[in-house]
C-alpha cells in the first residue's frame, strides 16, 4: 500500500497479487511481488501526471493504458530476473516461455478524494462496502466456470484481460481486496459479503490499528477452515468526501 498528495489532492494505492501455486508456476512467488510494485508504481506516476486536469483524464489513463503498461513492466521485471538466474543469455523466446513460471494474478486500486479505480487480471475479489450497508463488486462473475485456470498476468494477451472500471466514493465506505481463497473459505456468497461487511463495521468501531492486528487472526482462521491456501486481504476505509487513510 501506498498513500500521499500530489499537488494537494491526496491518494491511496493497494495492490494484491496471488502467485499460481501449480509447480509450472514455481517462481510465482516472484512474480507476486513484482506484480505488486509495479502496480503501485505505475498507479503512482499516473497519479502523478497532470492532477489538475482532473478525474476524467485520470479515468481514462486507468481504464484505457494502465492493464497494458502494468503487463509490459512485469515481463519486462520478469525478464531480468531471468537473465539473472542464467549462466547463458536466453534467447527472447525463451524468456517468453519461462514466465509462465511467474504466473500471477493482480488487483489493485487507486483511490483519490472522489473516484476509487479498482482493475482486476484474473481471480480474487474487489468489494466496495459502502456506509449504508450496501455492497458493490464490479467485477463479480455469477457463475464461475470449473476447471478453467484463472488469468494471469504471463498470459500472452494478459492487456488485453485486464478489467478496469472507477467508481464514485461518495459517501464513504470501506474497499476490500482479496485473494480468491477469502471467498472460497465460505459456502455462499452471502456468507463471504457478510464477513466482508462486519469487518467493515468492525473497522469504524475500532480504528486502522485495533483491525490491523486483528487481521492476521482472521485470515489464520478463514485459512484452517477453506483450502488452507494463502491469502491476502486489504482492507481500506474511506470516509465521505474526504482524502484516504
Known sequence: MSQGSVSGRGYFIAAVADGHGDSRHDLSDIGAALAVQIATQQLLVMRGVNPEEGEQRLRRSFQDDCGRLI??????????????????????????????????????????????????????????????????????????????????????????????????????????LTSDGVAGSFATDTAFEGFLRDRAQQGLECGPAEIASRLPVWLDELSARGSGDDITLAMVQLPAAEPAH
Open 71 to 176: 503487463a509490459r513492466r512485469w515481463r519486462e521485471a520478469v525478464a531480468d530476473d531471468l537473465r539473472s538466474r542464467e549462466d547463458q543469455p536466453l534467447p527472447p523466446e525463451d524468456l517468453v516461455r519461462q514466465s509462465v513460471r511467474y504466473g500471477s494474478t493482480l488487483l489493485a486500486a487507486l483511490v483519490t478524494d472522489a473516484s476509487i479505480h479498482v482493475g482486476q487480471l484474473g481471480d480474487g475479489d474487489i468489494v466496495w462496502v459502502r456506509a449504508d450497508g450496501r455492497i458493490e463488486r464490479p467485477f463479480y462473475v455469477d457463475e464461475p466456470s470449473i476447471g478453467t485456470e484463472t488469468e494471469s498476468l504471463c498470459s500472452r494477451d494478459a492487456a488485453l484481460r485486464w478489467q478496469a472500471v472507477s467508481l464514485e466514493r461518495s459517501g464513504g465506505g470501506t474497499l476490500f
